[in-house]
């Protein structure tokens, strides 16, 4: 059983992340912003971070580099729902930001969850 | 105090044509009980024989037909120009509101500047600029009479003053700071550049929309020219309030002084229509936009964040609408995510192109290229730049690279 954090500005996608990473038998905190869960973050020292990338109040790829910065090993899954912009995603530079793992918007269960495994088992 | 010189007694002796288009001697607003008069002096002289050695003479007269048809070239019908002194031009202003004469008069001294010294040095060329209030009753045909009207006003606008001294009036009695201009880049996601540049301008004190404008125009003009002469191909963005377009005699005024920009110069500027009222009926609106799109590459308008259709303007030839993000300084980022998205959904429904402005945090420009914004300007794109240099290739990689 691993902590994980979940970072969306989104409530019923943050509920229906909490309840897919629950059924994988993990326990889950949340938060609604980037401030919000960084805060949470050092608090808690989570096992896995998944974040949202376009959130109000600090967004994904700046919460990013602030964990990894913070907590070195920890597991970050970056996701995000935005278009790719002149050949270039929002994805792939939340990788460069430090993000372990990227699941694009909208998911399978499965896909979440595999994305969580190399930390999280 | 001027300092008196060569050009100074050449042009005593060979008084100043008159324009072409003088006038009668009758009032100019038979409305009003009085003119409105400015007056534009050469401070100093120095820098004119600095850049102009040799036969001062030959040179002043020079100057002194250059000066004179810079003059010229912004005399509306109505409107009287003399050479009162030797350092001093008055042009009565037939119509104008004090507003728009005193952002004429600024407008004239800078092309004057520029025309003797060039557009780097202009600023070297102390040229004051004075509106001065004269009876109606003067004859403004007649130079001596409107030289003595003028001073007669400058003595009662003296007796009016405090008395010079205390630290408090002398600081009351200098001129303001003139305004400095900024160009704010807006980048364009979908194409990860930045081509578009919107101008400012600050002032020490608050202006009048229409001095804002105005002053706004002659620096947006200039660098335009240089953008054209320089072969590049930026967009300049020009911003104008509704309020100073919709009196006739501003506009005019406004446009004639966009219609003297080349072709190609004025093809690199697109004007935003700034603080429209609601409702504003769209053959109104027409008025305004149909004489100013025949001089630019656009017009575009900028509405608060709360409209729910943009139909009028997409039927007046408004080519992009947009928000101003930093309008609201106390909004909190989640309520400007959804005034985004809403934003996007009503210009997207009229097939406008949308921008957003005053972006200053990364979360709202990341949200504001996910929604699908086409232009996006503010502190956490890029800071102003003193002019508009480049085209630069902006993508998101830029947009989130470390900042110190």
């Known amino acids: 059983v691993s902590l994980v954090l979940v970072i969306d500005d989104e409530l019923a996608m943050r509920t229906m992340i909490e309840r897919i990473v629950r059924m994988d038998r993990h326990e889950v905190l949340s938060a609604s912003d980037g401030n919000q869960g960084l805060a949470l973050c050092l608090a808690h020292q989570p096992d896995v971070v998944i974040t949202d990338i376009i959130m109000p109040d600090r967004e994904g790829i700046e919460t990013i580099r602030e964990i990894r910065a913070a907590q070195p090993s920890v597991r970050i899954v970056a996701m995000s729902g935005a278009p790719t912009l002149n050949g270039v995603s929002f994805l792939e530079i939340a990788r460069q930001a430090g993000a372990d793992a990227a699941v694009q918007k909208p998911f399978r269960p499965a896909e979440l969850i595999a994305s969580l495994r190399p930390a999280a088992n | ?404």
């Not at chain 2, 008395?163 to 200098?174: D, K, L």
């Not at chain 2, 002469?229 to 967009?235: D, F, I, K, N, Y």
């Not at chain 2, 080519?319 to 998205?341: H, K, N, R, Y």
Request: glycine content about 6%; some cysteine; proline content about 8%.
């Open chain 2, 1 to 404: 105090m001027p300092r008196e010189s060569g050009l100074v007694t050449r042009a005593v002796t060979t008084p100043t044509p008159r324009p072409k288009r003088q006038p009668s001697p009758a009032p100019v607003s038979e409305s009003t009980s009085r003119h409105l008069a400015g007056r534009l002096q050469f401070l100093d002289l120095q820098p004119i024989k600095d850049r102009y050695k040799g036969d001062w003479e030959q040179t002043s007269a020079r100057i002194d037909r250059l000066v004179r048809m810079r003059i010229e070239r912004h005399l509306a019908p109505g409107d009287v120009c003399h050479r009162v002194r030797p350092t001093e031009h008055v042009i009565v202003f037939a119509g104008l509101s004090t507003d728009a004469a005193q952002a004429k008069c600024e407008l004239i001294t800078r092309e004057i500047a520029q025309a003797i010294l060039g557009d780097s040095d202009a600023d070297e060329l102390p040229i004051d600029v004075k509106l001065l209030p004269i009876p109606a009753d003067t004859n403004i045909a007649d130079a001596d009479a409107l030289g003595r009207a003028l001073s007669k006003a400058e003595q009662d606008e003296a007796q009016k003053q405090p008395h010079v001294g205390s630290p408090e009036n002398v600081a009351n009695c200098a001129d303001p700071p003139p305004p400095t201009f900024s160009y704010e880049p807006m980048w364009r996601p979908g194409r990860g550049v930045i081509c578009s540049y919107r101008c400012r301008a600050s002032f020490e004190s608050e202006p009048s929309s229409l001095q804002r404008d105005f002053a706004v125009l002659a620096a947006a003009t200039k660098q335009a020219r240089r953008l054209m002469l320089e072969g590049r191909t930026l967009v300049i963005g020009v911003p104008v309030a509704f309020e100073s377009l919709a009196r006739y005699n501003e506009r005019r005024e406004y446009m004639r002084l966009l219609s003297e920009l080349p072709q190609p110069a004025r093809k690199l500027l697109v004007f935003e229509l700034g603080a429209l009222p609601e409702g504003v009926p769209q053959s109104r609106l027409q008025e305004i936009v149909g004489p100013i799109r025949q001089h630019c590459r656009a017009v575009i308008a900028e509405l608060p964040s709360r409209v729910t259709t943009v139909k009028n303007l997409q039927d007046a030839a408004i080519a992009a609408v947009g928000i101003d993000l930093g309008a609201d300084e106390c909004a909190a980022e989640q309520s400007l995510f959804e005034q985004m998205a809403r934003f996007c959904g009503v210009a997207g429904r009229a097939r406008l192109p949308a921008y957003a402005r005053g972006v200053s945090t990364l979360s709202l420009a990341a949200a504001a290229a996910s929604n699908g914004f086409d232009y996006i300007a503010g502190t956490a794109v890029m800071m102003p730049l003193d002019e508009p240099r480049r085209i630069v290739r902006f993508g998101l990689t830029e947009l989130y690279r470390p900042r110190a």
